[in-house]
């Protein structure tokens, strides 16, 4: 598979950017940013970390981190490896991976998987670029001009838009603008989330903070993409679920169909013995997606559709936190960071 990187989106422009927009973005930048402004510690820095060139501090080895950074002379010192902390950048390029393919639908009306998703990127990229620092993103799944189906079906191209990185609050409302464009029609057929990786394998050039934002129903392929990007970049992994997608409740006979491929199959959720045949394999499913997620070296945090914002951009800012590591006047009692990851995924939907 080629890395070439994907060409900016071009073709007709959008239209000019509607009032829908702007208001949810308005509205996200005053019942959310406003409330997290006084528990962002007064530093964008624990929301993504620049490789910088001003040593900061010293710290114990933890798994993932750059060998690069490894201080011998420390380590052999105290007979522990240690890394060198440097000062992050003062500009730093995060990247917006978004799986827009049709299960990202899924969930109850206001509250689906995408929904969360463009509330999610929403937020974090206004407070990205109010700090100065540059976002771009590459979307897949969203159809439009890139999106034009081969002779086999499939998408000709990897990603269906790429916007550049700039640091403007325009930016983010042309971001906004895009997820909230109405789904378009494709041919049916499964989704190649790894296609979205290499498209940002090829694309990013300048090491980044790289959220990859899905669901990760998707065909096999996509691990070793994401181990990769994650080589290069500091990444995190999104993960959108709905718990509907954990457990069928009992709700008697019901019409099915996978988003993906439009199969439809009609069950008996009334079935008890149904119901947790469907449990456990959710459940192996789960574990299947957590062991992939925890050999890729990615951070994972995990957005149900009955989350709240806030405390799930919490949740993320102290996951940054804790893979940042502990100082090294504490490194033998701070714990080592955990992963962030819980909760199953099933690819059949209402």
Request: hydrophobic share 40%; charged share 25%.
């Amino acid at each position: 598979m080629s890395n070439k990187p994907p060409e900016p989106a071009t073709g007709q422009p959008l239209p000019r950017l509607p009032g829908e927009a702007d208001r949810l973005l308005r509205q996200l930048e005053w019942h959310v940013i406003r409330r997290l402004d006084g528990l962002l510690q007064g530093d964008y820095r624990t929301l993504v970390r620049g490789s910088g060139l001003d040593l900061a501090d010293l710290r114990e080895y933890q798994p993932h981190d750059d060998v690069r950074h490894i201080d011998w002379n420390v380590t052999a010192r105290l007979n522990a490896p240690h890394v060198r902390v440097f000062t992050e950048d003062r500009e730093m390029s995060a990247w917006f991976l978004l799986d827009l393919s049709p299960s990202i639908h899924f969930g109850p009306q206001g509250h689906a998987k995408r929904d969360i998703l463009t509330s999610f990127v929403a937020v974090l990229a206004r407070l990205l670029t109010r700090h100065g620092n540059r976002v771009g993103a590459m979307l897949y799944g969203a159809g439009g001009a890139g999106g034009a189906k081969n002779a086999e079906g499939r998408s000709a191209r990897a990603v269906d838009a790429v916007l550049p990185p700039r640091n403007s609050r325009a930016q983010v409302l042309q971001l906004v603008h895009r997820l909230l464009q109405p789904a378009a029609e494709r041919a049916a057929g499964g989704t190649q989330l790894g296609l979205l990786l290499q498209a940002g394998l090829g694309g990013i050039r300048r090491r980044s903070s790289v959220f990859v934002v899905s669901d990760f129903i998707s065909a096999p392929g996509w691990e070793k993409p994401l181990a990769q990007l994650a080589q290069r970049h500091d990444v995190v992994a999104v993960r959108l679920f709905d718990p509907l997608e954990l457990e069928l409740p009992d709700l008697g006979l019901v019409l099915l169909r996978d988003a993906e491929t439009g199969e439809q199959l009609q069950v008996d959720t009334h079935d008890k013995a149904f119901r947790q045949r469907f449990a456990r394999l959710a459940a192996e499913r789960e574990a299947a997606l957590r062991t992939s997620l925890a050999a890729a070296g990615a951070d994972t945090l995990e957005l149900r559709t009955d989350d709240d914002l806030i405390d799930a951009l919490l949740r993320f800012m102290d996951l940054r936190q804790r893979r940042a590591g502990p100082r090294l006047r504490a490194v033998q009692s701070s714990p080592r960071p955990t992963t962030v990851l819980a909760g199953q995924t099933a690819q059949a939907t209402a």
